[in-house]
């Protein structure tokens, strides 16, 4: 807090540091105050939460910097770039009531959300950069429930234990926290996926073969997150539902009522997201829109490697695309790079941090090759979709956008705790130590 306090001053007027710094506290104290009142709540896991707060605080003051002070813009005009600013901007359309004529992506769950902030705390950048804070440490501490979920009776360590190691192996995904204060649509996507797999988690559990409400009012909620968020992601989260109804056949009635119920939501959502904006794309596979496609992804100069290799992606048939889905999931997998090539500033050397992601990915690896389809150390279906999730983003945008698999980083931490304790309970040491050779 002092840390956050004195970087504020640095860079804002006294009254700008203030709003920063109130914008942010908020954001650390909801989600702070409902891990206070879970039943493994820990010191480790407050620790946890604390750092990774600390990180993105740093992170969102140098953003907010970056788009104000440095530029000479305000706190309520800043000036963004890329994707931030077509939220911010269409947030500023819907908020004036200027029709969605320049209406510039169909997924409007951030501005949406963005508007209801500003009938309440005005207009400026700090409010929805705090709920998206707000999300990412919210989502951190609904790791660690995952995990527990998951894992019950399943090691020789604790739910609590379990709880805080989860919530601090995704306290070190700098990656996924560099997303958390930005003007983007990924920390709103980390809250619906997480929900999603907490339904499908709990789903794995059950026992009793009667309808169980509150993992399907908790799927609900979820998938209308994500689609008001990112609703190609849905199509993820139905699949989600049969993978885990088909590994837990008694829980059909269940499954069918998510499907049901996620179907309809989606299919609203989709509706919702065609109706306010005229720039979106039906589909991703459609061969005519190939050109339209192309112009988003693989057009940097540092992409052009990857161009190399895989050539005109988007116009390829869908046989040849999947012949080169191994490479894609590599690629989207060790991006970004651990090196930089140009100047040296906080928000490039952060997210670049990659070793602990490289070694929480690998432990997942070693999961799922060497433990997942063993009996006594299944997690049943669950592992595979999660898996699919990671490969379809890679498919669609031939591997070249790492952020759109962040969503699903915290759903492999659970596998790789598993990992961690099955070793140290000394299981499968002779093919671990292969394994990390070849790793």
Known sequence: FIALILLST????????????????????????????????????VAALSWAWLVMG????????RATVCVDA??????LWNDAARYYNYALQLFHHQGTGNAVD????????????????????????????????????????????????????????????????TATLFFFLSHGPQMLTEPLTYFGVMLCALALASLTRLNDTRLAWRPIALFALGITIVAMARTTYSIMMLAGVLFIGV?????????????VLGAAIYYAANEFGHALSYNYYDSYFDSN??????????????????????????????WR????????????????????????????????????????????????????????????????????????????????VSRY????????????????????ERHYRKNFIIFVIAY
């Open 10 to 45: 640095y860079h804002f007027a006294l009254c700008d540091a203030a709003t920063v710094v109130v914008g942010f506290t908020v954001a650390y104290l909801v989600p702070r105050f409902a891990y206070s009142r879970m039943h493994n709540c820990s010191t480790m896991g």
């Open 58 to 65: 740093v992170l969102g003051i140098n953003y907010i910097a």
């Open 247 to 259: 590994g837990n056949q008694p829980q059909w009635r269940n499954a069918l009522a998510m499907l």
């Open 321 to 400: 695309r999947a012949l080169l889905l191994p490479l894609l999931c590599a690629v989207q997998f060790v991006i970004p790079f651990p090196w930089i090539m140009g100047d040296v500033t906080i928000s490039e050397l952060v997210p670049r941090i990659a070793l602990p992601w490289y070694a929480i990915g690998g432990l997942t690896l070693y999961y799922l090759g060497w433990m997942s389809w063993r009996k006594q150390t299944s997690l049943g279906f669950f592992p595979l979709w999660v898996a699919f999730c990671f490969a379809v983003p890679a498919f669609i945008a031939a591997g070249s």
């Open 289 to 318: 829109k190939s050109a339209e496609i192309s112009q988003q992804y693989i057009i940097g100069a540092n992409q052009q490697p990857l161009a190399n290799i895989v050539g005109d992606y988007f116009s390829l048939s869908l």
């Open 405 to 424: 698999m962040l969503p699903f980083q915290p759903l492999m931490v659970p596998m790789a705790i598993f990992a961690v304790a099955t070793l140290r």
């Open 74 to 79: 305000s706190l309520s005009q800043p000036a």
């Open 106 to 169: 169909p997924f409007p769950g951030l501005p949406l959300l963005t508007v209801l902030l500003w009938k309440v705390f005005g207009i400026g950048i700090v409010p929805p950069l705090a709920m998206n804070m707000m999300l990412t440490l919210a989502t951190i501490v609904l790791t660690g429930s995952l995990a527990s979920s998951l894992l019950d009776g399943r090691t020789s360590m604790s739910s609590r234990q379990v709880a805080w190691l989860a919530m601090a192996m």
